[in-house]
């Protein structure tokens, strides 16, 4: 009997001992944590984006518990997270701005004209890095190897007919393929936007006409029909204030070179 | 002094924990894809097996044989292993944020890896240099256990390097990702096996 009991019982004393000092432990160890944090973390999307700005999902829940960070600023999960996080945090929820990424080039394979034939690594940053800056010849046009693509954490970007293009269901606006890209041509704006300049050439309209049939040539007839101002050409180059734009469409039926697009096909207004 | 040296010696390279003895090969196929999470890993095990070292010999020494239970060895080591490694994650936590984040997840998934196990074990039933009539005492059991643990991470951030050159590298189909891991890790292991026929 005495070869049974006398190690049971020494092995629970030594299980309990453990046992006790554990939970002695993890009181005089404890560490506070707001639990608003952890279930916050639970219902954001867990991608780990950086959209929102701050480093990950988790310090983002960290930032909303403690009430610096506001609660819509999580572009991939959309109103539905930040409805959820408004009932934990017991506030209401304010609307969501969802942002996704366009991409300012046009120049298919068909309508930009290329410099030489490229056949080396199908990278944009490489091809970037040769001589007149890419095989395009348009130096700021859309270079088509998918450096964009390949950072998606989503998917979102296809090359089509070799240039990128941004599918808006799927884009979280995380903004990875922006810093990807070495031409930027790439900038997130808020979902709602409606109309985008699919250019981003400072040649002239001259020189712009030779390398591609669908670059701005700075002609100002958007500039000029626009009601409100909100466009103005740069360097060659229309560009729309979108906390002016109303979302007329002027612009785009008025451009010669369609370069002036509607990114939303229903009435964001 | 001579005799620990020894210990240490022959638990980092002679008896490598990991390419000779065999112990801890999970961790060191699953943890070793990155160089800085296979120098978190071997850090956090070295760290362990020390502590446990300690403790599982105070363990053996103060209840295990008086009560004339040595047989019961491996199911109390396991205990104290796991109550400690959850006490040091608790006590990170709290004390030293910066460490508890390096190590992350590999402090708890060292709870019961047999290489932690398995030095606590060889420390009760090796034959004691410095007490010539029992087994290992306190000292040699720390500098094994942390020699051991160095010997792990030496093993594993190894292994890592290997591994990173093996991404860029142009791999027959059949043989990329696993298999050619566990070709790299043999070949690692036999150039340990150099050692053999040392003794300290």
């Known amino acids: 009997m005495k070869e049974i009991l006398l190690p049971a019982l020494a092995m629970g004393a030594v299980g309990l001992l453990l046992g006790l000092l554990l939970a002695l432990a993890s009181k005089i160890f404890a560490v506070e944590k707001d639990e608003r944090a952890e279930e916050i973390a639970s219902v954001l999307p867990g991608a780990n984006c950086g959209s929102c700005g701050y480093a990950g999902c988790s310090a983002y829940a960290a930032a909303i518990s403690k009430g610096e960070a506001k609660i819509n600023c999580c572009s991939p999960g959309g109103q539905s997270v930040a409805d959820a996080i408004a009932d934990i945090m017991g506030v209401s929820a304010e609307a969501v701005e969802e942002k996704c990424a366009v991409i300012a080039c046009n120049g298919t394979i068909d309508k930009a004209a290329d410099k ?12 970037s890095r040769l001589q007149g800056g890419g095989s395009k010849a348009c130096t700021y046009g859309c270079l088509g190897y998918g450096s964009c693509a390949k950072v998606c954490q989503n998917n979102a970007i296809k090359i089509e007919n070799g240039i990128a293009v941004v599918d808006m269901e799927k884009c979280g606006g995380c903004g990875e393929c922006a810093a990807a890209c070495p031409k930027n041509l790439i900038s997130i704006v808020p979902k709602k936007v409606k109309y985008i300049v699919k250019c981003h050439s400072c040649d002239k309209g001259a020189e712009m006409k030779e390398k591609c049939s669908v670059g701005c040539i700075g002609c100002r007839i958007c500039e000029k029909n626009c009601p409100v101002g909100a466009i103005k050409v740069e360097n060659n180059c229309a560009q729309i204030d979108q906390s002016v734009c109303i979302s007329c469409g002027l612009c785009e039926s008025k451009c010669p070179k369609k370069i002036i697009v509607a990114i939303n096909k229903d009435d964001a207004q | 002094m001579t005799a620990l040296v020894g210990i240490a010696l022959t638990s980092i390279f002679v008896q490598n924990f990991v390419l000779v003895k065999f112990y801890g090969i999970c961790p060191f196929l699953g943890v070793s894809k990155k160089l800085d999470t296979a120098l978190g890993m071997g850090m956090a095990v070295t760290f362990v ?6 403790l599982t ?144």
């Not at chain 2, 097996?49 to 300690?54: I, K, Q």
């Open chain 2, 49 to 54: 097996m020390t502590l446990a070292s300690m």
């Open chain 1, 116 to 127: 030489y034939e490229y056949v080396g690594i199908e990278d944009c940053l490489t091809a």
């Open chain 2, 57 to 200: 010999w105070a363990c053996q020494k103060f209840i295990l044989v008086p009560l004339d239970m040595e047989y019961m060895q491996t199911i109390a080591f396991i205990v104290i292993i796991a109550a400690l490694v959850q006490f040091v994650e608790m006590f990170l936590q709290k004390s030293i944020p910066s460490l508890y984040s390096a190590l992350g997840i590999y402090l708890p998934l060292i709870t019961t890896n047999c290489a932690v196990l398995g030095v606590a074990l060889l420390n009760v039933r090796t034959a004691s240099v410095i007490n010539l009539l029992g087994t290992y005492t306190l000292i040699e059991s720390v500098v094994n256990g942390f020699s051991a643990g160095i010997g792990f991470l030496l093993a594993i951030v190894l292994f890592a390097g290997v591994r990173e050159r093996l991404e860029s590298s142009d791999i027959p189909k059949a043989l990329q990702g696993f298999p050619i891991a566990l070709i790299s890790a043999s070949l690692l292991a036999m150039a340990f096996m150099g050692f053999q026929g040392m003794s300290f």
